[in-house]
């Protein structure tokens, strides 16, 4: 089956750092996904990572170890707007293949206090 | 800027009726998904499509059918609303592009049956 773990909630202040971890168990790998999702609205696209390594985007930034099954969401600068929860999602499938589908985590609440 | 709408937003419907949760995008994306997701809780794939009269059962399709006969439409049916059918409903679409593929979600529907 598919598994994919990542913390519940995490709390942190404005300006702050905070890493999001994520470890992930399934049967085929086609890429990881992070996304972010505002109390009551839908998830949105931050970032995606297919081979080893960082990929940065602004104040977010995201790694991936697929020999550990292992990813992490680095947030700099936290402001308040960050408040929300950060899904990671998991595509199976072969490496390339256009087939494959989203497995996803349940979250992790992030509150960013002033 | 993604293009994908959903109607309703919300619907409270009693037990025993039928109801369909519209979806459509206008960025000509080949791939539609629907999701099924609690408070808190991660996302559930129930039925999602490759192209025009493709569809595929994901992990909670039993009580649900999709259609798929234009591109740009995805309508999802619960034959029979039960109040465990209760929960947000978001609609997702993607397009591969230089090997990366990501979804845009809709802005769900939120169902309660009485």
Known sequence: GQNIDQPTEMTATEGAIVQINCTYQTSGFNGLFWYQQHAGEAPTFLSYNVLDGLEEKGRFSSFLSRSKGYSYLLLKELQMKDSASYLCAVRDGDRGSTLGRLYFGRGTQLTVWP | ?114
């Open chain 2, 1 to 114: 800027e993604a293009d994908i709408y959903q109607t309703p937003r919300y619907l409270v419907i009693g037990t025993g009726k039928k109801i369909t949760l519209e979806c459509s995008q206008t960025m000509g994306h080949d791939k539609m998904y629907w999701y099924q997701q609690d408070p808190g809780m991660e996302l559930h794939l129930i039925h999602y499509s490759y192209g025009v009269n493709s569809t595929e059962k994901g992990d909670l399709s039993s009580e649900s059918t999709v259609s798929r006969i234009r591109t740009e439409h995805f309508p999802l049916t619960l034959e029979s609303a039960r109040p465990s059918h209760t929960s947000q409903y978001l609609c997702a679409s993607s397009i591969q592009t230089s090997g990366e593929e990501t979804q845009y979600f809709g802005p769900g529907t939120r169902l309660l049956v009485l």
